[in-house]
């Protein structure tokens, strides 16, 4: 595959579940990849070693998204290393759930600092060195248009706010040729939401194709915007959650 070929892409939290995912297939379409990660080196280079022995370019970069000096610094190392950057993948979040009466401050701060402020800073960067064809794909979820659960406003927020984000952008970047788009899974096996996890019981009853998403049917649909064929994509919320949301 080579859609990508000549491409670089940025994917932040790209160490592990659907940010992997995305890192090794955008790698398998042609891009060099940077990846950032904030506390897991050891999975960060395992994704780094997969992409380079599959014949690909790849550089991990540690960076906290709450840490909006790291980020800028991972977009400018990625564009020091593969000489420039065409696709931004925000994948990087957080996630945590209470009652409001119980959802303490730091929490509401650390949620909003890595899932909006962190994706703000990294687009923000990114664009000053994209050009025409230049695309930002936002990773936010069905949240984003209302809490699923008790326990979820502050997340569900979050995700709330990215789809603004990606509608506005679109609109400010689109004279420049760059696109931006929101991808919005549902219920996804990964580290944070495991298919045999706590919430799995209540959500698998609720998809009609009963059972959880996989990372690399994510990453396919990142690929597609990211590529020739998403070109007249943008400002889109895209939902891929098995039909929860029918």
């Known amino acids: 595959m080579s859609t990508l070929k000549g491409k670089v892409a940025l994917v932040t939290g790209g160490s592990r579940g659907i940010g992997a995912a995305i890192a090794r297939r955008l790698a398998h379409e042609g891009a060099a990849v940077a990846i950032t990660y904030a506390a897991s080196p050891a999975k960060a280079a395992e994704v780094v070693h997969g992409i380079e022995a599959a014949g690909g370019?790849?550089?991990?970069?540690?960076?906290?998204?709450?840490?909006?000096?790291?980020?800028?610094?991972?977009?400018?190392?990625?564009?020091?290393?593969f000489g420039r950057i065409d696709v931004l993948v925000n994948n990087a979040g957080v996630a945590a759930m209470a009652p409001l009466d119980q959802f303490s401050l730091e929490e509401f701060d650390r949620l909003m600092a890595v899932n909006v402020r962190g994706l703000f800073v990294a687009a923000q960067e990114a664009v000053r060195h994209m050009g025409e064809g230049g695309r930002i794909i936002n990773i936010g979820s069905i949240s984003g248009d209302g809490a699923l659960i008790p326990g979820m406003a502050v997340y569900s927020a979050t995700k709330a706010a990215v789809a603004g984000l990606t509608r506005g952008w679109a609109r400010d970047l689109g004279a420049r040729g760059i696109t931006v788009n929101n991808v919005q899974p549902g219920p996804v096996d990964t580290d944070m939401?495991?298919?045999?996890g706590p919430l799995a019981a209540q959500f698998k009853h609720q998809i009609p194709v009963q059972r959880y998403g996989?990372?690399?049917?994510?990453a396919?649909?990142?690929?597609?915007l990211a590529g020739p064929d998403g070109a007249f994509?943008?400002?889109?919320?895209?939902?891929i959650d098995g039909g929860f949301t029918a």
């Not at 939401?193 to 045999?196: F, G, K, S």
């Not at 996989?214 to 994510?218: A, L, M, P, R």
């Not at 396919?220 to 597609?224: D, F, Q």
């Open 214 to 218: 996989q990372g690399d049917e994510i």
């Open 220 to 224: 396919g649909m990142v690929a597609y």
């Open 57 to 81: 370019r790849a550089i991990a970069v540690r960076a906290d998204s709450a840490d909006a000096d790291a980020v800028r610094g991972a977009v400018a190392y990625t564009v020091k290393t």
């Open 233 to 239: 994509v943008t400002g889109a919320n895209l939902k």
């Open 193 to 196: 939401n495991p298919a045999d």
